[in-house]
């Protein structure tokens, strides 16, 4: 679920938590008196800690009280002056009512005294406003801050620090209704007059860009929000001891920014690691430990981990209601969020009882803005799929009347309502013979900010929107307007996979005048600047304190990278936007014998594409999502335990063949000849499994023998077939021209493992030193991978190859060879994934291992180096383990098909699992033998399947866990 849809309340303004009055008077504390018991009692109330003694500063302020009433000479000011201190005390304790009531009667009390006491009348009426903020009666707040503001105005000039504080609280409140321009002005002008008249390094500095950045994150400003928040976190570990709990809230505050532009994995272990700090020192029922558990839940919510999420979101609400009480604002908050889980496990019963508990608490605090309509919305889309058009509508309507009054006209949610609007109608069977121009309007607007220079930006971005680009695909759906799907499935799979091949087809757009160079300059600069902050991020996350001087280090180069990116000139005239390209074009594109196949899950039953030459067909999926991962899950584990699971019990011809019949709908099937080429575009689960696998009809006989897997209706008997990156690849490499047959190859290095060892963790990989050669030369040697690459090597001959085998197949060798000349591009050897290490988050290739690791040449190419690559191949084949265990959810498992298609290849060979080097070899030069003679090369791939398939001489060659791990994405 998309960032913007969950609040992130860990960035509340850390500096207007607490009212006033604590440790603001100038002592001594009521002169007048001078009674020494009463005396006595001030002094110790005054010296216990109120946030970390509540309870005991509220008995000890009371007794103070109490001896001061006995006192007949007291000036009234002074009992005021106490009155304060009280109610501190209280409202620390959590008796937030009882509190407000103490500060109003104090704030009358120097009303009363005359101009004198002005100072005092704007520290209680300060308290005063900031209780009614806690208690969400935010328009009783804002009315009393302004007073605030016009008696600070006669008592200091407009450069003073009480009038930042002015600017500063007015701008909570206004940030706390929703009024998000208005509150980042009044924040910046705070800001501006800290930093000019506070010494560099005060802490009040950074913690007001703190705050700042939480208005700038609900105001969908990102990048601008984790920079504050990053330099105010750093400002602060300079200036103030290891361990103050403001350098946690800006780390919090840092993550939080992340969290909202959909960086999630970067977000989750800093979070983690502050969660930790907090619990430790603050305790389990702090709120601050409250804000880190909802923060952290929207992490894992937006990976797709709901289950883990939920608890974690309802553990922060029970913080809040037990400090605040069942009507507390940021409880209720922190309650939408578990209704977002409840809602996604198809909990409605949940989910609409949390909506409309919360929807009370913001009735009865008067509490409107961004939060209120998100609550109205998520009751809207709940009653729609409960066939209750009508109250759906009536929720929506009252969420888009207050958009109209707190949000800009461009806002994001002001285009998702405007979608949700027509979704209602498509859900609930509401006839309608168009996609409204309105809908339309909204989807390309929402698809408009995908900017494919900074490729990382775009793919979060994305991934925040995914829900209105499904609901529009519903209403598509709805209209049978084959036209508007087509644009709006082309959004719903803006992956990171995708995005790569965009960003190559993009410089291809650029031209050759140079402004190609500058694009690829500029989207490198990003990704580098990307890949900098992950690891400075990593650092920071570590659970061991990680090397000051590596900090530093990491900070130095994030720096660097940022500069670097600066000082590059922009394409200025290249429309850097992703390109949607038209039904008509890719059909146009295709040959009489290619057909597409695109499918994507929707809240309204998923929407399935049939594209050919003559015309499109649309329908709806025949299975759902959690149908299909129940069936993806079986068939995946039948897979990978290979021939051998066979042994004791058949395969499992019944998932294989409902993951078929759940897109290969009769409609979508009536289009398609036997024979006939396909291209498939996949979503959700269907991204894990490959296609070749799945079975056109049902197959009752036991499938424990070689003879009945060989004679089952697998889908790659009939059809040969491709996976697509993007719908828009078949049109961008139609008329590049074709390039002379080259081949460069790496393969068989220099492994000293056992040849049956278990595969390695790349963590395993990474450590520094010695260590890491070892553990890279304990894999085990791959032999069939030299027979592979010689055999290719003979096919395209002496003069159109470049092998490099065993000691010369080395990481250096990758980089310097003048890989854009390969035609065909061979990588031989294990495929890595990210192991346990904290550090390690990235996909490699492993080559053999050097004499002495350097940063140029450590062994392991991995997907970020991958990137920085110049290509130009046809075809990029990954003849390894695991080069495409893509999951549709999170970003690293398919990694490194991503870097190659960043890196211009525009086809690849990749697998889902562990292979079998003798079978690698096989199909992929049986593959490479067809295409050199004319076949397609999805038409050339199948044939070479089938040959393994068939062949009796090939151990277990019958398995679809041998032949069916590989999968061809591209043309």
């Not at 001078?34 to 005991?56: F, K, S, V």
């Not at 499918?599 to 999926?621: C, K, M, N, Q, S």
């Not at 699992?913 to 490479?928: K, L, S």
Request: charged share 25%; hydrophobic share 45%; glycine share 8%.
């Amino acid at each position: 679920m998309a960032c913007n849809h969950l609040r992130i309340w860990a960035l509340s303004l850390a500096l207007l938590a607490a009212p006033h009055g604590l440790a603001q008077e100038t002592p001594p504390l009521a002169p007048s008196i001078t009674e020494p018991d009463a005396r006595a009692l001030i002094e110790a109330a005054e010296a216990i800690d109120m946030e970390q003694d509540p309870a005991g500063a509220r008995a000890a302020w009371e007794a103070a009280y109490d001896t001061a009433l006995t006192l007949g000479d007291v000036d009234a000011t002074d009992r005021a002056a106490i009155i304060n201190q009280l109610g501190s005390a209280i409202f620390y304790a959590g008796g937030r009512e009882e509190a407000l009531g103490l500060f109003r009667e104090a704030a009358d009390i120097f009303a009363e005294a005359g101009p004198d006491h002005a100072e005092a009348l704007e520290q209680s009426l300060g308290n005063v406003a900031s209780i009614l903020a806690t208690l969400g009666r935010l328009a009783e707040a804002e009315q009393v801050q302004r007073e605030v503001m016009d008696i600070r105005r006669t008592l200091y000039p407009e450069m003073h620090v009480q009038i930042a504080r002015s600017y500063f609280e007015l701008g909570s409140v206004l940030n706390a209704r929703g009024e998000l321009d208005e509150a980042a002005s009044l924040v910046e002008r705070s800001l501006d007059i800290r930093r000019e008249v506070l010494e560099a390094g005060h802490p009040h500095i950074a913690m007001t860009q703190v705050s700042l950045a939480a208005i700038l994150t609900r105001a969908y400003r990102y990048a601008e929000a984790a920079e504050l928040s990053r330099d105010a976190a750093e400002q602060l570990e300079a200036n103030l001891p290891p361990g103050h709990p403001f350098i946690s809230f800006a780390r919090s505050s840092y993550a939080g920014a992340l969290n909202a532009w959909g960086r999630y994995e970067a977000a989750e272990p800093l979070l983690r690691r502050i969660l930790d700090e907090r619990r430790a020192s603050l305790g389990e029922t702090h709120p601050q430990v409250a804000d880190t558990l909802n923060n952290l839940g929207v992490a894992l919510y937006a990976q797709g981990r709901e289950a883990e999420a939920r608890p974690l979101f309802l553990a922060a609400r029970d913080i809040y209601r037990t400090a605040a009480g069942a009507t507390s604002v940021e409880a209720a908050r922190m309650q939408m969020n578990a209704a977002d889980a409840a809602m996604a496990a198809g909990d409605y019963d949940t989910a609409r009882a949390e909506w409309l508990d919360t929807l009370s608490v913001f009735e009865e605090t008067g509490t409107a803005g961004p939060d209120r309509i998100r609550v109205l919305a998520e009751l809207a889309a709940l009653e729609a799929l409960s066939g209750n058009a009508p109250a759906g509508r009536q929720r929506l309507g009252e969420a888009r009347a207050l958009a109209v009054s707190y949000l800009p006209e461009s806002h994001a949610r002001r285009h998702e309502l405007t979608i949700d609007d027509v979704w209602i109608d498509a859900v609930t069977g509401n006839a309608m013979r168009a996609v409204p121009h309105a809908v339309d309007d909204a989807v390309m607007a929402l698809a408009a900010e995908l900017d494919l220079v900074d490729v990382d930006a775009a793919r979060d971005m994305a991934r925040s929107r995914q829900r209105a680009f499904r609901r529009a695909l519903d209403i598509a759906m709805a209209a049978t307007d084959r036209e508007a799907a087509f644009r709006y499935m082309q959004l719903v799979h803006t992956t990171g996979l995708a995005l790569a091949a965009e960003a190559t087809a993009l410089r291809g757009r650029a031209g050759e005048d140079g402004t190609a160079s500058q694009v690829r300059e500029r989207q490198d600069g990003w990704r580098a600047l990307r890949r900098a902050e992950d690891n400075y991020i990593s650092l920071l996350a570590a659970s061991d304190a990680a090397d000051p001087s590596e900090i530093a280090d990491a900070r130095l180069a994030y720096e660097s990278a940022r500069e670097e990116l600066a000082a590059m000139a922009g394409a200025s005239d290249t429309q850097t936007g992703t390109a949607l390209v038209s039904l008509d074009a890719v059909r146009g594109a295709l040959q009489p014998d290619e057909t597409v196949i695109a499918f994507a899950f929707t809240e309204g039953g998923g929407v399935a594409l049939r594209i050919g030459p003559d015309g499109a067909e649309i329908d709806r999926l025949a299975i759902s999502r959690d149908e299909a991962q129940s069936a993806v899950t079986r068939l995946r584990a039948a897979l990978e335990a290979g021939p051998s699971a066979s042994l004791s019990r058949a395969f499992p011809a019944a998932p294989a063949h409902q993951l078929h019949e759940g897109v290969f709908t009769p409609r979508v099937r009536a289009g398609i000849e036997a024979g006939s080429r396909l291209f498939i575009l996949a979503d959700g689960p269907y991204r894990s499994i490959p296609f070749e696998v799945l079975l056109t009809t049902e197959y009752t006989a036991p499938m424990h023998s070689d003879e009945a897997l060989r004679g089952a209706p697998w889908l790659i008997r009939d059809h040969g077939l491709a996976t697509l990156a993007s719908l828009s690849s078949l049109t961008t490499h139609e008329n590049a021209p074709s390039r002379p047959p080259f081949l460069i190859g790496f393969g068989a290095p220099v492994f000293e493992g056992e040849p049956d060892a278990a595969p390695m963790a790349l963590a395993a990989l990474l450590r520094s030193g010695t260590e890491g050669l070892r553990a890279l030369s304990a894999l085990p040697p791959l032999p069939g991978t030299r027979a592979e690459l010689e055999e290719l090597a003979l096919l395209f001959g002496p003069e159109r190859s470049d092998v490099r085998l065993g000691m010369w197949a080395t990481e250096a060798a990758v980089k310097t060879a003048e890989l854009d000349q390969a035609s065909v591009l061979v990588f031989a050897t294990h495929g890595l994934l990210p192991g346990a290490l904290e550090t390690v988050s990235e996909p490699a290739l492993a080559f053999t291992p050097p004499a002495e690791p350097g940063p140029f040449d450590d062994g392991l190419l991995t997907a970020s180096e991958i990137a920085q690559l110049q290509l130009q191949a046809d075809w990029v084949v990954l003849s390894a383990c695991n080069t495409f265990a893509a999951d549709g959810i999170s970003r690293a498992p398919d990694r490194l098909a991503q870097a190659f298609l960043y890196a211009g290849a525009r086809s690849l060979l990749v697998s889902h699992w562990a292979v079998r080097d003798d079978v690698a070899a096989i199909i992929t030069a049986e593959t490479a033998r067809r295409t050199l003679a004319g076949e397609s090369r999805a038409e050339a791939f199948r044939n070479a399947v089938l040959g393994v398939m068939d062949d009796p001489a090939i151990p277990g060659g019958a398995h679809p866990g041998i032949w069916g791990p590989f999968a061809l994405i591209g043309q």
